[in-house]
Antibody, heavy 125, light 108 residues
Framework: QLQLQESGPGLVKPSETLSLTCTVS??????????WGWIRQPPGKGLEWIGS???????YYNPSLKSRVTMSVDTSKNQFSLKLSSVTAADTAVYSC?????????????????WGQGTLVTVSS | EIVLTQSPATLSLSPGERATLSCRAS??????LAWYQQKPGQAPRLLIY???NRVTGIPARFSGSGSGTDFTLTISSLEPEDFAVYYC??????????FGPGTKVDFK
């Protein structure tokens, strides 16, 4: 059973860079059928997709965050990572990683399952 | 960017009752809409994809319908474990993929 687990600092200072890693277990990140995504949820607010990356390194980001986001993949560790620069209090949120794509008889991009439990990142001095 | 709105914000029902949740898109998303369930302290779980297809292992009491801009998630008879927050999400016009604000189904 595929599982994802986020890790990284829970507190980041304003103007610094938020860095998180998602470790995938129970399956390989090096699948041609799937992308790997990050989604966040600010306290009391809705879900916001941040971006997705393929094991080949191909990635796409939310235009609203694109200038500040970098994602990467480490296939040797079965991990992918998120960096969000120049953070402010508005970036305080629970950050979750998820597999993007659903394959049955066909594969459908753009759906997220499974998800990690999420990790709260607070931006504060 | 496609904006999704969900109604009602909260739905108060009793076990055994029928739940009808609505999701409306700011422009047509065809059938490219999913529903997720999130319980407190847990990760979201994908229930329905492409508007009406149940994910393997999801009980038959969950059904999705709709196309274009108006979609419905129906839970035919609520079980105690169904009390949760439900989100819709579109993959029609991206980036970005967008989510609705959620509907909370709680105990009456």
């Amino acid at each position: 059973q595929l599982q994802l687990q986020e890790s990284g600092p829970g507190l980041v200072k304003p103007s610094e860079t938020l860095s998180l890693t998602c470790t995938v277990s129970g399956g390989s990140i090096s699948s041609t059928d799937y992308y790997w995504g990050w989604i966040r949820q600010p306290p009391g607010k809705g879900l916001e997709w941040i971006g997705s990356i393929h094991y080949t390194g191909n990635s796409y980001y939310n235009p609203s965050l694109k200038s500040r986001v970098t994602m990467s993949v480490d296939t040797s560790k079965n991990q992918f990572s998120l960096k969000l620069s120049s953070v402010t209090a508005a970036d305080t949120a629970v950050y979750s990683c998820a597999r993007e794509g659903l394959c049955t008889t066909s594969c459908y991009n753009g759906y997220f399952d499974p998800w990690g439990q999420g990790t709260l990142v607070t931006v504060s001095s | 960017e496609i904006v999704l709105t969900q109604s009602p914000a909260t739905l108060s029902l009793s076990p055994g009752e029928r739940a009808t949740l609505s999701c409306r898109a700011s422009q047509s998303v065809g059938s490219y809409l999913a529903w997720y369930q999130q319980k407190p302290g847990q990760a979201p779980r994908l229930l329905i994809y492409d508007a009406s297809n149940r994910v393997t292992g999801i009980p038959a009491r969950f059904s999705g319908s709709g196309s274009g801009t108006d979609f419905t998630l129906t839970i035919s008879s609520l079980e105690p474990e169904d009390f949760a927050v439900y989100y819709c999400q579109q993959r029609s016009d991206w980036p970005p993929f967008t989510f609705g604000p959620g509907t909370k189904v709680d105990f009456k």
